[in-house]
Each structure stands twice: as structure tokens, then as C-alpha cells.
């Protein structure tokens, strides 16, 4: 299987910052990685696709790069509606893994 | 608008048997796989499996083969995960996603509202 590590489980900023949320897999998944954000008792929510394409509706603060083996989101502007977990998961190959989450608090 | 709407939140025994239901709705419900994910509460997300509604095809963890079933029921346009042999370890929020078929479109784009299930004597 597939590993997904991201590294920050917790992440404190405030609004305003700007900020990045690593994830490495433990083998090539090329660009086959998403991103999902999570509030609490809710369903994630689909953020990104294929490393860095933006779903449809997501603020264009939002933004991801990467490719292999180490990816990265980031967040221009810290607005309040963006305190949550932030999961990243491959779709390289099964099983779907995902990264454990990091969560972006409030400083 | 898709929609996966998901059955209610259920109390379970252990070693018991569970079966939850996901409805879709605002597309074919044959052109997209539906996976279920699973969360402990305060934990990650975890795959269990897939099945591809055209041909009921499945594929789930290793982890849970041999104690899950996913089916379809077409006419209903539902999606049923039977999880067998329940233990407490098996208490979390089950959701159900769907994605396109090909490799490279498996990111889970839309979510039902999760289900909770609780293993407990």
C-alpha cells in the first residue's frame, strides 16, 4: 500500500497568514493526489484534484503543486471559514490511501 | 444536483452484522463508482471498498475482504455496505463517495452526510 505522510498534524495561524500543508507519499503517484478539507461532524470536502487542479467553487486562495512524491497546498490568505482538517489521498492506485490530516487552528 | 443521501445512524452489537445504505440522485447512476470511507471518531479517513454500479464489480481493502459486501440495488439507485463480525473497533462515521471510473478521475468528489455506527454491548 501506499503511504501518505503529512508531517504537521496540527498547524496554528491566524487570519491572514499565509500557509502550506505538506504530504509525501511513500512511492511515485505522479499527479494522481487530492485534497480534502473537513469541518468538524461534517463530510470532506473536495478541494483539489490531479496535485493541482482547483474543483469547481474553491476560492482561488487556495492553490497546490507537487508531482512523485511530495505535494503541497497552500493557502494565500487565511479566512476564517478555512480553520478545519486538511486531508491529502492518492488515487495512483489501490487501496485509496489517505494522510493522516492537519489541522490549521487558530493562533 | 448529485446527491448521496445516506441511511440513519445506527447502534450495534458486537459480532452483529451492519448494513447502511447510500441513495445517489442528480446523475446516471451507472457512470460513477461509489466507494465507502470510514472515520473513527477523531481519526483519519480509511478506503473500504468500491463497487462499480454498471457491473456490480467490487474491490475493497484487504483489510476488510472477507467481512464486507457492497451491492447495488439499480432500481433504487442505493448502494448498501453489509459489514460483518462487528467489534467496537468498527464505531465510526461511514460515508459513502462517488467517483468517474478511470484511474486517473478515483478523487472522491461528492460525499453523503455519513452515518454513524456504534459497536457496543
Known amino acids: 500500500d501506499i503511504q501518505m505522510t503529512q508531517t504537521r498534524s496540527t498547524l496554528s495561524a491566524s487570519v491572514g497568514d499565509r500557509v502550506t500543508i505538506s504530504c509525501r507519499a511513500s512511492?511515485?503517484?505522479?499527479?494522481?493526489l487530492a485534497w480534502y478539507q473537513q469541518k468538524q461532524g461534517k463530510a470532506p470536502k473536495l478541494l483539489i484534484y490531479k496535485a493541482s487542479t482547483l474543483d469547481a467553487g474553491v476560492p482561488s486562495r487556495f492553490s497546490a503543486s507537487g508531482s512523485g512524491t511530495e505535494f503541497t497546498l497552500t493557502i494565500s490568505s487565511l479566512q476564517p471559514d478555512d480553520f478545519a482538517t486538511y486531508y491529502c489521498?492518492?488515487?495512483?492506485?489501490?487501496?485509496?490511501?489517505f494522510g493522516q490530516g492537519t489541522k490549521l487552528d487558530l493562533k | 444536483e448529485v446527491q448521496l443521501v445516506q441511511s440513519g445512524a445506527e447502534v450495534q452489537k458486537p459480532g452483529s452484522t451492519l448494513k447502511i445504505s447510500c441513495k445517489v440522485s442528480?446523475?446516471?447512476?451507472?457512470?460513477?463508482?461509489i466507494h465507502w470511507v470510514r472515520q473513527a471518531p477523531g481519526g483519519g479517513l480509511e478506503w473500504v471498498g468500491l463497487l462499480d454500479p454498471e457491473d456490480g464489480e467490487t474491490r475493497y481493502a484487504e483489510k476488510f475482504q472477507g467481512r464486507v459486501t457492497i451491492i447495488a440495488d439499480r432500481s433504487e439507485e442505493t448502494v448498501y455496505l453489509e459489514l460483518r463480525t462487528l467489534t467496537s473497533e468498527d464505531s465510526a462515521f461511514y460515508y459513502c463517495s462517488n467517483t468517474g471510473s478511470s484511474a486517473i478521475t478515483r478523487y472522491l468528489q461528492y460525499w453523503g452526510q455519513g452515518t454513524l455506527v456504534s459497536v457496543s454491548s
Open positions: 512511492q511515485n503517484i505522479k499527479i494522481w
Open positions: 442528480g446523475y446516471t447512476f451507472t457512470d460513477y463508482y
Open positions: 489521498q492518492q488515487y495512483n492506485s489501490f487501496p485509496l490511501t
